[in-house]
């Protein structure tokens, strides 16, 4: 079964600490992935993908994520968190072709402590 | 660019009636839209993906009767939630595919809140 599993719920963080979000992904078939944000009341935001080449992508606000065939993983990081980057992270992936439907994990609910 | 908006952005209904819920996109043509239903502390799952005039996919164990929706035109999606009970309160966002855009990305509305009394 296609799945992605996000195996931190809660992740509590001081300012200046560094991030690392895990995502596993279940899907046969090569895949597109993505990482997502919503901050507090409102809409998920993009803030990286990865459709194919380098497996290290840069995205937004400093983060980065790095796509491990192997692992099928597509973990989120960022060197130093402020506390504007509380908020819901959700992976997700999609086939690279058809309806292009996205599976998202269960999110990460991250608070960053000023 | 590539604005979503949901309309409205809350509603309470008593039990037994229909709500509808709106998906625009502001500057962007949608050839495909897709709505998502969201419980607390849980991922977004899928309902259904709807295409500019044709009938909508819904996912399995989503009824389609119960959750009509119509996309008649490239900038509107709607979802009514038929004679909504309790259970359905939840969380409803919708996203959309941009023509002339990466197929692989979506842009998401602001999301609903329902609330079925």
């Known amino acids: 079964a296609q799945s992605v599993s996000q195996h931190n719920h809660h992740v509590i963080l001081s300012e200046a600490a560094s991030l690392e979000l895990g995502c596993n992904y279940s899907?046969?078939?090569?895949?597109?992935l993505f990482w997502y944000v919503q901050y507090p009341g409102q809409h998920l935001q993009l803030l990286l993908k990865y459709f194919s080449g380098d497996p290290l992508v840069k995205g937004i606000k400093g983060f980065e994520a790095e796509f491990i065939k192997s692992k099928f993983s597509f973990n989120l990081r960022k060197p130093s968190v402020q506390w504007s980057d509380t908020a819901e992270y959700f992976c997700a992936v999609t086939a690279t072709s058809g309806t292009y439907k996205y599976i998202f994990g269960t999110g990460t609910r991250l608070k960053v402590l000023a | 660019g590539a604005v979503v908006s949901q309309h409205p952005s809350r509603v309470i209904c008593k039990s037994g009636t229909s709500v509808k819920i709106e998906c625009r996109s502001l500057d962007f043509q949608a050839t495909t839209m897709f709505w998502y239903r969201q419980f607390p502390k849980q991922s977004l799952m899928l309902m259904a993906t709807?295409?500019?005039?044709?009938?909508?996919?819904?996912e399995q164990g989503v009824e389609k009767d119960k959750f009509l929706i119509n996309h008649a035109s490239l900038t509107l999606s709607t979802l009514t939630v038929t004679s909504a009970h309790p259970e359905d309160s939840s969380f409803y966002i919708c996203?959309?595919?941009?023509?002339?855009?990466?197929?692989?990305?979506?842009?998401f509305g602001p999301g609903t809140r329902l609330l079925v009394l």
């Open positions: 709807s295409n500019e005039g044709s009938k909508a996919t819904y």
């Open positions: 996203s959309a595919r941009a023509r002339n855009r990466a197929q692989e990305t979506q842009y």
């Open positions: 899907y046969g078939g090569t895949v597109n």
